[in-house]
């Protein structure tokens, strides 16, 4: 999802960023994130976890505010993000991958204690 997402965040910002910055600043944001996390993750402990964590429940704001948003004002985003009607046009990952992040972090940290 880190590598579609920060794919299509470039190529967008490149070719078509005068079109609709905010979404393709969007989409920015949300690749970042999925980079981040997917680091925080590989990285291990308790600092990157609780960073994990935070970053899956912003994720997760994030589809849920913008989805909302696309779905009731569908003008105000001329493009797409990735986080558009709760990531439709990703098979709706965008809205799975905070949740199955936060369950997996919350059950891994069980795990260990």
Known sequence: MSVGAVSRSVYEILTDFDTAPLAHVLSAVAAVVYAFITYTL???GETARRA????CAAELAGVLIVGTWTVLEPSAFPDSTVWSAYGKGYVFIPVLLPV????WLRRSRSLRA
Do not use: I
């Not at 994990?52 to 970053?55: E, K, P, Q, R």
């Open 100 to 103: 199955t992040g936060m369950l």
């Open 42 to 44: 590989v990285r291990g």
């Open 52 to 55: 994990a964590l935070a970053c």
